[in-house]
């Protein structure tokens, strides 16, 4: 028999959790840069993503 | 090409959009700072003496030492892999996880070092069941609440039916291509009554209704609050299944005593960064849990300010 812990979890399809193509990492700088070199994380849109990339793993990936 | 010498170091993940905020609030202060993601630590080198607490970190043609300018350490890291990430991982991805994670731990030889927030405080804080303790203690107001495996328990009787199932810890289940995520549940007991109930510890806890969720953001001596409605109306059960868009963010003052709490329970843990969930019913103030690392980016709204109160805390 399931637990009812596992019953109740919402069950959905792992996402592969990525950045933007448009986007790359600036080791030095430690952030991420658009293709005009602004600052991925101040876009509109990414001020409510966090590291989850709205994956719901916990907060602070503890689910990982 | 000269070393860098390092102030803050920033231990986090690659895809933290959080700390790329806090990266940027340092260098606009001039502060040197590392930021190591643990999904990437094979691009850099690492050379770590433990007695001496140094460590010499290289990238391309950049090097940072990191040894007494040490001021403080931004940790966005779990305190411990759960191991769902990946499935059937490799030999490979078994010894990159288990090795990387202990690496980043071994830099607690930075003992002179502020940490935001140290890695055994933030493993003894992150217990649900040691934070309610304290949060009693420094005079939340704390739901009824049974920590339990027992099908005889009586909860509907001391905690209330129905009444919020909750796990102890996050469930992440892995299955396949498909995750199970648990989320706070609004329960009847007879459902919780089907022969399986023993198989692994539960928290039961009273049902709040009606109830506005309320996210507190404390930073050592300053807090941010947050209501979180859907057009200006409290949320029954877990705010987080609804959809993103239909939710509002909005400034919420709270009564000085509950903020005073607030910092007050965050100090007592040993942390200085802390995010508390309350939730306001029928006029009290109920303290449900806290998250030593949790998250604030989505809250780091235009003229708030918190990245740029983290990146001067860390710059003291």
Redesign the interface.
Known sequence: MTHILERKAKTTKIKNVTASEDSTYDTVAGLWRNKDQGIAAYEPGNDRVSKKMDVETGEDLKGQ | MKPREVEVL?L??????????V??QL?QLGTE???CNFD?MD?FRFVLEPVSARLECK?ED?IWHVGEGLKSIWW???TF??G??IYNPTPAEQLYRSQWAAFMRSLIVFDNAQWFNHPATTYQA?VKAYQLKKAYICGFSVPKTLITNDDNAQVPTTIGNPFA?K?I??????ER???????T?I?DWS??L????N??P?TCQQFLNPKIDLRVTVLDDKLWCDEIVIDATGIQGDW??KK?DDLEYRDFLLPADIAQNCLKLVKSLGLHYG?IDLALSDGVFWFIEI?P???W??L??PGRGISQSIAKKLSQ
Do not use: M
């Open positions: 920033l986090a993940n690659k895809l933290d959009f959080p700390t790329d905020r990266c940027d260098r700072f590392l930021r990437d691009k990238f950049t966005r890291q779990p892999y759960r769902t990430k992150e199932l796990s810890d996050t469930i992440l289940l892995r291509d498909s995750q199970h995520f648990g989320y549940s329960t459902e919780c089907d022969g399986s109930f198989q692994v539960a987080r299944l993103k995010a998250n690392t949790g998250e980016g989505w780091d709204r």
